[in-house]
């Protein structure tokens, strides 16, 4: 059975960092492109960022709001992706999911790019 | 960047009715459209993909259409577990950007 835990979430005043994980279960990382989504409280789903596998390099992908502040990186011996946040902003407030992408082979085609498994969530607020 | 925008933002239903939200992209999308269902304090939960493809084990009674910039999810014969917030989300290309929601109380 597929898994994903997340944890690391807190209170962190603006400017400080924070890392997040999420355990996954039931695969190997590795063979999955990997993203991060978040919700702030009582809003709709956002896009984060992507890790791909592997075979693709392990590169990444951010969105604009995140990107050069964020970072998503993987351990394989512990079958755990991560999400590196720096420079905190108020309004990174939210829940942060990891969720898998459904694409079964080594390369990703957009027709099977979307979200098949998701964690249950890790609350991040930013506040002084 | 394509914006997704769906409609309405909220809507009520009474069990055994048939629901249809609506979800427009900014530009064509071709038929790289997903749909989610999220209910109160959980993650989302995957229904549909590439617009119409029904994710395993979820009830036939969702269905999804449409191409381009419009798309549709209907649920027939709404059940009591199906009250929740849907999402769209489109996956042609970066930023994977999703629609603001639409609540079916």
């Known amino acids: 059975e597929v898994q994903l835990v997340e944890s690391g979430g807190g209170l962190v005043q603006p400017g400080g960092s924070l890392r997040l994980s999420c355990a996954a279960s039931?695969?190997?990382?590795?063979?999955?492109?990997m993203d991060w989504v978040r919700q702030a409280p009582g809003k709709g789903l956002e896009w984060v960022g992507r890790?791909?596998?592997?075979?693709?390099?392990?590169?990444?992908e951010y969105a604009a709001a995140v990107r050069g502040r964020f970072t998503v990186s993987r351990d394989d011996s512990k079958n755990s992706l991560y999400l590196q946040m720096n420079s905190l902003k108020t309004e990174d407030t939210a829940v942060y999911y990891c969720?898998?992408?459904?694409?079964?082979?080594?390369?990703?085609?957009?027709?099977?790019?979307?979200?098949?498994?998701w964690g249950q969530g890790t609350l991040v607020t930013v506040s002084s | 960047d394509i914006q997704m925008t769906q409609s309405p933002s909220s809507l009520s239903a009474s069990v055994g009715d048939r629901v249809t939200i609506t979800c427009r992209a900014s530009q064509g999308i071709g038929n790289y459209l997903a749909w989610y269902q999220q209910k109160p304090g959980k993650a989302p939960k995957p229904l549909i993909f590439a617009a119409s493809t029904l994710q395993g084990g979820v009830p036939s009674r969702f269905s999804g259409s449409g191409s381009g910039t419009d798309f549709t999810l209907t649920i027939s014969d709404i059940q009591p577990e199906d009250f929740a917030t849907y999402y769209c989300?489109?996956?042609?290309?970066?930023?994977?950007?999703f629609g603001g929601g639409t609540e079916v109380e």
């Open positions: 989300q489109k996956h042609d290309n970066y930023p994977l950007t």
């Open positions: 969720a898998r992408v459904y694409c079964r082979g080594p390369s990703c085609p957009w027709s099977e790019d979307y979200f098949d498994s």
């Open positions: 890790l791909r596998n592997k075979a693709n390099g392990d590169t990444t």
């Open positions: 039931g695969f190997t990382l590795g063979d999955r492109y």
